[in-house]
């Protein structure tokens, strides 16, 4: 069982732009989508062979009311499109569907409640980056898996506001998108006082 914070982003680093709007993710070919097909060494990062290995899932206030605003925008009933059992973090009142419960609080709390409806599965961060982040400060965030849209939006919603250090485990091509699969290592200390090592690194040729 892992904690996984899968997430579209665009190259500069934002998960939504400076109006909360994804215009620019789905404006993205993908492999369905891009003439010149799918690249890369297999499927283990396509997000629907991910979501399957899904217990349970969670998402911040902002991200919920994005999905209510996207599902209802044709004036449709909302039906929430997971089938596992799923929390939004919100201190607001929100009238939520049948197998969306809402959580408020310390995030230790609400993983051992996920971690038992999920049975053995994993767990879903959806996000924001902020919601992300709270599980990486108290060590509960195991794995970063990105989309990565070659688009920059020079503003927004921040993919992950923490000084992390992660490990690259796996990149593929996916049309236009590059999938990235990280494990966290752990924070990333700041190194005041020390020289960057930049005179050694240049001297052998740069970086
Ligand atoms: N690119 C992608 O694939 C992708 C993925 C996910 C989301 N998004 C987008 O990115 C944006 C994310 O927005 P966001 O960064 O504002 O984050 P968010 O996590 O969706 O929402 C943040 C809100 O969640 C509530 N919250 C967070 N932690 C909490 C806690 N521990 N307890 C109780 N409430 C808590 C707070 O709202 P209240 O206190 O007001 O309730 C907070 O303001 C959205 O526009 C979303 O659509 C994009």
């Known amino acids: 069982m892992a904690t996984i ?3 579209a982003t665009s190259l500069d680093g934002y998960i939504a732009d400076d ?3 994804l215009s620019w993710l789905f404006a993205t070919p993908g492999h369905d989508t891009d003439p010149q097909g799918r690249y890369g060494d297999g499927e283990s990062l396509d997000f629907d062979q991910f979501l399957p290995t899904v217990g349970a899932l969670v998402c911040g206030a902002s991200t919920y009311a994005w999905v209510h605003r996207e599902l209802t925008a044709d004036g449709q009933d909302f039906v929430w499109p997971y089938e596992q059992p799923s929390w939004v973090v919100t201190h607001r009142d929100l009238d939520l569907p049948d197998g969306v419960r809402a959580f408020a609080g310390d995030v230790r709390d609400l993983h051992a409640v996920m971690t038992e409806a999920a049975a053995g599965k994993d767990l879903w961060v959806v996000g924001g980056g902020d919601l992300a982040g709270q599980f990486a400060d108290v060590g ?4 970063v898996w990105v989309h990565l849209n070659p688009v920059t939006l020079g503003a927004g919603k921040p993919l992950l506001p923490r000084r992390l250090r992660l490990h690259r485990e796996r990149i593929e091509r996916d049309g236009q998108f590059t999938a990235m699969l990280f494990d966290v290592v752990g924070p990333e200390p700041r190194r005041d006082g020390d020289v960057d090592g930049a005179a050694e690194v240049y001297a052998e040729g740069g970086p």
């Open 19 to 21: 109006g909360e709007s």
């Open 5 to 7: 914070y899968c997430t």
């Open 140 to 143: 509960l965030l195991d794995k």
